[in-house]
T-cell receptor
Framework: DVKVTQSSRYLVKRTGEKVFLECVQD?????MFWYRQDPGLGLRLIYF???????EKGDIPEGYSVSREKKERFSLILESASTNQTSMYLC????????????FGPGTRLTVT | RKEVEQDPGPFNVPEGATVAFNCTYS??????FFWYRQDCRKEPKLLMS???SGNEDGRFTAQLNRASQYISLLIRDSKLSDSATYLC????????????FGSGTRLLVRP
């Protein structure tokens, strides 16, 4: 079974703090993704990576950066957290290439106060 | 127009009922289609892929209509445990790594 883990289930941070969200997958997947999910808006892609040290912007990259130093780990960084970044953050991974199903981690519910 | 559109519901049905959801997509060049299930406060999980010829997995049947650009999911003999949000998912051709998720259709199965 594919296993995707995320460092925290719940996180509370203050406005302006730097926030790190970590994601690890154990299936040797090349592709990894970060989404946020908000009521009524569905899942929106923030960034994705198709190889170590490679990254591409998704649909809403503003205010975020990512790091992929190892194949199994993909980090999402909020450089200066703001209240509008309060959301559920979901990491996913998939096989190399395009169009394959993605496997999700349990999510991190981030609250920025 | 959204790339993937679904009726948000909720669909409220009794146990044992048959229920069907439709989803429309805008990109005629899309090649991969999926249904995901998401329970409250949980992550989305793959329910089934959708193939051109249609496919069935137990009580669940998925169909693809390329001409009309819609995907359907049929659930027969609904169980209480089927209560969840069902997400329609399509890949994009501008960047084939990406999947586009619909906002989901909520299903409530009552005793």
């Amino acid at each position: 079974d594919v296993k995707v883990t995320q460092s925290s289930r719940y996180l509370v941070k203050r406005t302006g703090e730097k926030v790190f969200l970590e994601c690890v997958q154990d299936m040797d997947h090349e592709n990894m993704f970060w989404y946020r999910q908000d009521p009524g808006l569905g899942l929106r892609l923030i960034y994705f990576s198709y190889d170590v040290k490679m990254k591409e912007k998704g649909d809403i990259p503003e205010g975020y950066s990512v790091s992929r130093e190892k194949k199994e780990r993909f980090s999402l960084i909020l450089e200066s957290a703001s209240t509008n970044q309060t959301s559920m953050y979901l990491c996913a991974s998939s096989r190399p290439g395009g169009g394959y199903e993605q496997y999700f981690g349990p999510g991190t519910r981030l609250t920025v106060t | 127009r959204k790339e993937v559109e679904q009726d948000p519901g909720p669909f409220n049905v009794p146990e044992g009922a048959t229920v069907a959801f439709n989803c429309t997509y805008s990109n005629s060049a899309s090649q991969s289609f999926f249904w995901y299930r998401q329970d409250c406060r949980k992550e989305p999980k793959l329910l089934m892929s959708v193939y051109s010829s249609g496919n069935e997995d137990g009580r669940f049947t998925a169909q693809l209509n390329r001409a009309s650009q819609y995907i359907s999911l049929l659930i027969r003999d609904s169980k209480l445990s089927d209560s969840a949000t069902y997400l329609c998912v399509v890949n994009t051709m501008d960047s084939s790594y990406k999947l586009i998720f619909g906002s989901g259709t909520r299903l409530l199965v009552r005793p």
